[in-house]
């Protein structure tokens, strides 16, 4: 996965001894990705890329005192072009980490304000004796950090850290209950004790006596509205999406995953406004789902090339090691499905569009029972309920070992409340749109576009600065039900309004093909009152059937790595209980959830707590196999 690395030692007597190397090669993904080093006096930095664009880094100032590496982009090059001219640069045609540079110098820490991006960067201000560490306003980078006796250490990913051997390896229980209660772990946790998530929208100061992290944006959605028109709401929303598309937009071929969902749909229609130009789609799932039927009417409809790749059983045989790595055991191996095509579509186009954050920001995930006043316990008790996805609290007792469960017991509720409280709103719904936008999306979510970022470019408009700040302000009853974007869909992009969409199986506006379907609806439903119930209620077909499959394709596996005595050895669970749960899917109850990030965390714990340190260097042989494809 492409990335940045880098430490600060001050006046440590140890010497760095090859950690920089150690930790760029850590990043590597492909055999193919280039790494770039600068180490001096008390500090090192490293860019990890697959080589497009070819850009060198690390970048230099002209008094040879500054040192930056970033990895991402940024979006609003040019107004930060003007707003430098306007200080006295001329800075011609300078790359972005250049201006980046420039207004380093002129504005300080402060510089990561005026940046509009997908991005992290680190500065070392030689003269100063400084490393600054910043990331975005939605932190679409990850980046970790540790601190060890000698020396502080950040990464794009945990992994190139725990190649040096004296970062503490110590398993966090805390964060893997919480993984197994909700898929993702809360704030900024991960499975290290020793390692930390740089927290969305962070300036890391370092020096030789002091670490500073500070907020430059607030992510909250706004309880006072401005009174306006619903109209002026949307021709806003409408001029701020096309912004974001207009900014992100690609001038090499490119294409787009399409669903049979609202936030790809409307992405589809912004990027062929003019036309499908070079935009081709793609969509992956079981043939025949519902996403392949509606997003293939929808290519049609806009007129791109489109390309089905069938989501085969076995898929995770091949990629489900890489996936562990490339999402430092975060991701479940059943939300891996990005992978299973990513090198055919990596061969065809070189930058991918993804509808990333769209649900959660415009309203998708809102739901009536917000609308109330409720105690701060029934809140959190409430929301908890809804989240805890996987083991409930209740399971936990049978599903720890005793040891680990005297340090987990009530945590994962603990830690929950906490996050929630992140959010000052004094509406409920915005309470929890702040808690689903801070941590399911980026901890969950995220991982999807990691997955997709270790072979081609990803950009996701959404997550525009300008358009998620517009979208705090819209009032609760425009979000509801996704209202804004829904309209601006059906007035501005009628065609496609009228394909089917996944949330209700039915098309966006009336048309000749509602009107059958509803009729082919009501005939079915007759039919079986009637007492022919071998005619077969219509059915809304998934793009994956992981329940299916880890009682097939995948039974041997899933049972090779869940009931090696290796894993049941280990301490933290309980052995019968994990058996008891393997037999019970295989028997045929849906536990797939589970399993799947049994799975993972035990793919991640033998490669990078059981491995040697250079197995956590090298490549997987999926990315050998990549490279030489």
């Known amino acids: 996965m492409p990335g940045i690395a880098g430490f600060a030692d001050y006046g440590s007597a140890v010497g760095s001894r090859g950690v920089l190397s150690k930790m760029a090669e850590a990043l590597k993904d492909r055999r193919d990705y280039q790494v770039k080093l600068h180490e001096g006096a008390g500090f090192g930095l490293a860019k990890v890329t697959s080589g497009v664009p070819p850009i060198e880094q690390p970048v230099w100032n002209e008094d040879g005192n500054l040192c930056l590496v970033m990895e991402g982009e940024i979006f609003n090059v040019e107004e930060i072009r003007d707003l430098l001219a306007r200080r006295g640069h001329r800075l011609g045609q300078a790359h972005a980490t250049e201006l980046i540079l420039r207004l380093y110098e002129e504005l300080g820490n402060d510089f990561v304000t005026p940046l509009n991006g997908s991005f992290v960067i680190a500065i070392w201000n030689a003269r100063a004796r400084q490393l600054v560490v910043v990331n975005d306003h939605l932190g679409l980078h990850p980046v970790y950090f540790t601190r060890t006796k000698n020396r502080?250490?950040?990464?794009?990913?945990?992994?190139?850290?725990?190649?040096?051997?004296?970062?503490?390896?110590?398993?966090?229980?805390?964060?893997?209950?919480?993984?197994?209660?909700?898929?993702?772990?809360?704030?900024?946790?991960?499975?290290?004790?020793?390692?930390?998530?740089?927290?969305?929208?962070?300036?890391?100061?370092?020096?030789?006596?002091?670490?500073d992290i500070r907020s430059y944006w607030t992510l909250e959605f706004s309880d006072l509205s401005v009174v306006r028109s619903e109209e002026s709401y949307l021709e806003e929303l409408y001029h701020l999406l096309r912004q974001a598309v207009h900014r992100q937009k690609h001038p090499a071929e490119s294409g787009i995953l399409l669903s049979g969902g609202l936030d790809s749909r409307i992405l589809l229609g912004l990027l062929t406004e003019d036309g499908p130009g070079a935009l081709q789609s793609f969509t992956f799932g079981i043939t025949g789902c519902s996403d392949a039927r509606m997003a293939g009417q929808l290519a049609r409809v806009a007129g791109t090339p489109h390309h089905f790749h069938e989501l085969k059983p076995d898929y995770l045989l091949k990629v489900a090691e890489f996936g562990v790595r490339v999402t430092d055991g975060f991701e479940s191996v059943v939300h891996m499905h990005a992978l299973?095509?990513?090198?055919?579509?990596?061969?065809?186009?070189?930058?991918?569009?993804?509808?990333?954050?769209?649900?959660?920001?415009?309203?998708?995930?809102?739901?009536?029972?917000?609308?109330?006043?409720?105690?701060?316990?029934?809140?959190?008790?409430?929301?908890?309920?809804?989240?805890?996805?996987?083991?409930?609290?209740?399971?936990?007792?049978?599903?720890?070992?005793?040891?680990?469960?005297?340090?987990?017991?009530?945590?994962?509720?603990?830690?929950?409340?906490?996050?929630?409280?992140?959010?000052?709103?004094g509406m409920v719904a915005n309470r929890f749109n702040h808690f689903d936008l801070r941590q399911r999306q980026r901890r969950f979510i995220l991982n999807g576009l990691e997955l997709v970022r270790?072979?081609?470019?990803?950009?996701?408009?959404?997550?525009?600065?300008?358009?998620?700040?517009?979208?705090?302000?819209?009032?609760?009853?425009?979000?509801?039900?996704?209202?804004?974007?829904?309209?601006?869909?059906?007035?501005?992009?009628?065609?496609?309004?009228?394909?089917?969409?996944?949330?209700?199986?039915?098309?966006?506006?009336?048309?000749?093909?509602?009107?059958?379907?509803?009729?082919?609806?009501?005939?079915?439903?007759?039919?079986?009152?009637?007492?022919?119930?071998?005619?077969?209620?219509?059915?809304?077909?998934?793009?994956?059937?992981?329940?299916?499959?880890?009682?097939?394709?995948?039974?041997?596996?899933?049972?090779?790595?869940?009931?090696?005595?290796?894993?049941?050895?280990?301490?933290?669970?309980?052995?019968?209980?994990?058996?008891?749960?393997?037999?019970?899917?295989?028997?045929?109850?849906?536990?797939?959830?589970?399993?799947?990030?049994?799975?993972?965390?035990?793919?991640?714990?033998?490669?990078?707590?059981?491995?040697?340190?250079?197995?956590?260097?090298?490549?997987?042989?999926?990315?050998?196999?990549?490279?030489?494809?």
């Not at 009228?498 to 209700?504: A, F, G, L």
């Not at 799947?596 to 090298?618: C, M, N, Q, T, Y």
Request: with cysteine.
């Open 152 to 211: 502080f250490l950040f990464a794009s990913g945990v992994r190139s850290l725990l190649t040096d051997p004296d970062v503490d390896r110590t398993l966090d229980p805390v964060a893997a209950a919480q993984m197994l209660t909700f898929e993702y772990p809360l704030g900024d946790r991960t499975l290290i004790r020793s390692v930390a998530l740089l927290p969305p929208a962070s300036i890391l100061t370092l020096t030789a006596d002091r670490m």
């Open 454 to 629: 270790s072979r081609v470019v990803v950009r996701a408009p959404f997550c525009d600065k300008d358009l998620v700040n517009f979208m705090l302000t819209v009032p609760l009853g425009l979000r509801l039900n996704r209202r804004l974007i829904t309209e601006i869909l059906i007035r501005r992009f009628p065609k496609l309004s009228k394909v089917p969409c996944t949330t209700t199986g039915f098309p966006l506006v009336p048309c000749a093909q509602d009107l059958l379907m509803r009729i082919n609806l009501q005939l079915r439903w007759r039919l079986r009152a009637a007492g022919l119930k071998w005619v077969k209620p219509p059915r809304s077909a998934p793009y994956a059937n992981y329940a299916l499959w880890f009682r097939t394709s995948l039974k041997d596996w899933a049972e090779s790595i869940l009931l090696d005595p290796r894993t049941l050895d280990r301490g933290y669970f309980n052995p019968e209980y994990v058996r008891r749960l393997v037999s019970r899917h295989m028997a045929g109850e849906d536990h797939s959830g589970k399993l799947g990030v049994l799975i993972s965390l035990e793919l991640w714990h033998r490669r990078f707590l059981d491995g040697r340190p250079e197995e956590a260097r090298s490549p997987s042989p999926l990315s050998v196999a990549l490279t030489e494809s």
């Open 340 to 425: 299973a095509n990513l090198d055919r579509q990596a061969r065809i186009v070189p930058v991918l569009y993804k509808g990333y954050l769209g649900d959660a920001l415009m309203g998708g995930h809102l739901w009536l029972g917000l609308w109330g006043g409720y105690s701060e316990e029934d809140q959190a008790r409430l929301f908890f309920d809804r989240a805890a996805v996987l083991f409930k609290e209740a399971e936990h007792k049978d599903l720890f070992s005793e040891r680990v469960y005297k340090e987990v017991n009530g945590a994962a509720f603990e830690s929950f409340r906490e996050a929630l409280n992140e959010s000052h709103a």
